[in-house]
């Protein structure tokens, strides 16, 4: 029987370290290359690397010659991975999530909490998602926290990219990606008109008076527009819509400049004063009660980071809502009305 070599009984088969890589390739390099990707730009890359674009251009450069093939094809003004490119992309990602846990496990040792933590939040969320991320950070000082604010289209994309390590959304998708969701908290939606408006004050107002405003909606793909049209033309009726605009800070101006009426979130008057210039108005049928959501790709392998931040919005859920039911007690038999779902829509896969 050929005998194995002492150094491969001691170190298992040479073939398990990538020997030329290890030697002619950089994790630099790699970051570099990861970047691009994730921005489709070189420029990008260099801006969040605090690089200049000569020098990415060199990295990349350096590492297309260590793997032998292109790892990048110009399409007009926009850079995308070829093949061998999208296989070393998917080599990378895994590779930087190891090393990111194995940072989180090594701070765990010393007594530490560090990492990393990257949150996509629907634009409707951005009075919300800042208050959790406040009590997160205070308790958890050493993760770091970047926090991207887009549309839904967007967040979809972010998704397929992988860029984020989970996303806050008031409606997950059902057909675009499959997803993990765990509630979070609730988002009640309202009916909001300026204060020296002739139906604040008014009670039970049907939604027949309703429809004879003129309405400010949010764009077309907004959860909160999509509950409002549905409730109108479940009655019948037909919204006299004035104008539509992309943000709540720019529909609630629009509302003290007495352009219209419309439906937002009530978490975008946490910050208002109860005699401020926004009022609620009694309207039937509202307060409509929806939910805000974590969500993440069905699959995704979540950072240990991710994880503690599930964790944390578990146990901080309830807080939020006994909070909403604080600042407007007639949300409270709404709310403990309204059936929440169950934290996670899929239990076994977000174990």
Known sequence: ?????????SEGPLSAVPDYLIRYATLRQLQVFEAIVRLGSFTRAAEELFLTQPTVSMQVKKLADVMGLPLFEHVGRSV??????????????????????????LADLKGMKRGRLRLGVITTAEYFAPEILGEYSQLYPGIEVSLKVTNRDSIIGRMHNNEDDLYIMG??????????????????????????????????????????????LREPGSGIRDATLRLFEAAGLRLNVRMELGS?????HAIVG??????????????????????????????ILRYWYLVYPKGKE?????????????????????????????????????????????????Q
């Open 1 to 9: 029987m050929k005998k194995t070599p002492a150094r491969e009984q």
């Open 80 to 105: 995308r991975p070829t093949e061998a490119g999208l296989e070393l992309h998917d080599a990378c990602r895994k590779m930087f999530e190891t090393l990111t846990n194995l940072e989180m496990k």
């Open 171 to 216: 409606r997950t998708p059902t057909t675009e990606v499959e997803v993990v969701s765990c509630p979070l908290a609730p988002n009640p939606i309202a009916v909001m008109a300026p204060r020296n408006h002739p139906l604040v004050g008014k009670a039970n107002i049907p939604l027949e008076r309703l429809a004879e405003e003129p309405f400010i």
């Open 248 to 252: 709540n800070e720019a529909i609630k």
């Open 258 to 287: 007495g352009l219209g009426i419309s439906v937002l979130s009530l978490h975008t008057l946490t910050l208002e004063r109860k005699d401020g210039p926004v009022a609620i108005l009694d309207v039937k049928g509202f307060p």
């Open 302 to 350: 979540l950072s240990l980071v991710a994880r503690t931040f599930l964790d944390f919005a578990a146990e901080h859920g309830p807080r939020l809502r006994e909070r909403l039911e604080a600042m407007w007690p007639a949300l409270r038999q709404v709310i403990r009305d309204g059936k929440a779902p169950d934290y996670c829509s899929d239990r076994e896969a977000a």
